[in-house]
């Protein structure tokens, strides 16, 4: 079992950057593969990045559109998110996720260990 805290999230104004951590512990991240998700009030969960094992394999979200960044620092056994040009629309719940899979997913059922969720508000 992996347990994952999520950090990082916060106000800021449209235009602005975050960059959300999350770190793991039970088991080394190395072999997991590692994903970001966000849900907004009245929305369903939403894939955002995805990571592989090695990091070589990345996948994001249409609407990233080159904003976001995901990187994995195995020894720390942590994932960041690097949010760039955030949008009001950005604005939601980010999760992170794990699973002990080689390939990144970008099904939210695929994973099975989840963090509490960070809010991130964007301003107009």
């Known amino acids: 079992q992996v347990t994952l805290v999520e950090s990082g999230g916060g106000l800021v104004p449209a235009g602005g950057s975050l960059r959300l951590s999350c770190v793991a512990s039970?088991?080394?991240?190395?072999?997991?593969?590692l994903g970001w998700f966000r849900q907004a009030p009245g929305k369903e969960r939403a894939f955002v990045a995805a990571?592989?094992?090695?990091?070589?394999?990345?996948h994001y979200a249409d609407f990233v559109k080159g904003r976001f960044t995901i990187s994995r620092d195995n020894a720390k056994n942590t994932v960041y998110l690097q949010m760039n040009s955030l949008t009001p629309e950005d604005t939601a719940t980010y999760y992170c996720?794990?699973?002990?899979?080689?390939?990144?997913?970008?099904?939210?059922?695929?994973?099975?260990?989840w963090g509490q969720g960070t809010q991130v508000t964007v301003s107009s």
């Open positions: 996720a794990a699973d002990s899979k080689r390939l990144p997913m970008r099904k939210d059922v695929e994973y099975a260990n």
């Open positions: 039970g088991r080394a991240l190395s072999t997991y593969a």
């Open positions: 990571i592989g094992w090695i990091g070589g394999t990345i």
